[in-house]
């Protein structure tokens, strides 16, 4: 019934372009007869998404347990363990710092295009940079607000992502480029509107902790990153 991420305070509400969509149809059904006839666990101030991901790390710390995520969601890569993506009927081990990649694809026109993909920790980096449309926030969004910039397109692409993350060999190196984009937008500014348009005061390390917190998924009971535990162990604050 409750979401911790939509206590963040983001200058667009998370998932807010999804408050007039009309839900599947016969959804309700399908959670009663899940419920009814499976073992359920229910969420509680979490996304199903995080419970899923608890049972992926399971697969990840112990392997003779046979767990198997099972997901097409997006940022279940980032998480170590064992995923598998019905529409692909493919299974795969996340583990370690992983990778990002820009596969090549050909539109029914013709024309040749690219999907950014990757795996690990690598994934999570990369959406610290480049946000997630389906969810509505782009680490952009406050550079945005304060430079009354109203454009659509966010600062960080696909492309200049891969760019920055594809080189980089160690935890470090990754976190060093994603310091680097936080502190050109907000090394300078203190305050920002939330999407309540209540005033919020922080610098640019409380920035990139509330994008870090929308982005992790857990891996166990109240699982956080504490960004700055991280700079500190990188010596990079």
Known sequence: STNF?????LPCQYKGSRKDVIKPLALYEVRDYLKNNFNCVISEDEEADDIISKYQFMSFKDRNRRIVACTLDKDARGTPGYLYNPNESKLIFI?????????????????????????????????????DKADDYYPCDIYKQITNNSSKSPLITDLKCFNLLKDCT???????????????????????????????????IDILQMYVDVVHMRRFD?????VKSVLTKFELI
């Open 222 to 226: 109240n699982d956080r990153v504490d």
């Open 95 to 131: 583990e370690g710092l992983g990778f990002v990649e820009r596969i090549p694809k050909e539109t029914a026109a013709g024309k040749k295009t690219y999907k950014f993909y990757g795996e690990g920790r690598k994934w999570f980096y990369s959406q610290l940079l480049t946000g």
């Open 5 to 9: 991420r939509n206590d963040l305070k």
């Open 170 to 204: 160690s935890d470090k190196e990754c976190w060093q480029a994603i310091v680097t984009i936080y502190k050109g937008w907000y090394e300078n500014i203190s305050t920002w509107k939330d999407w309540e348009g209540n005033e919020v005061k922080g610098d640019w």
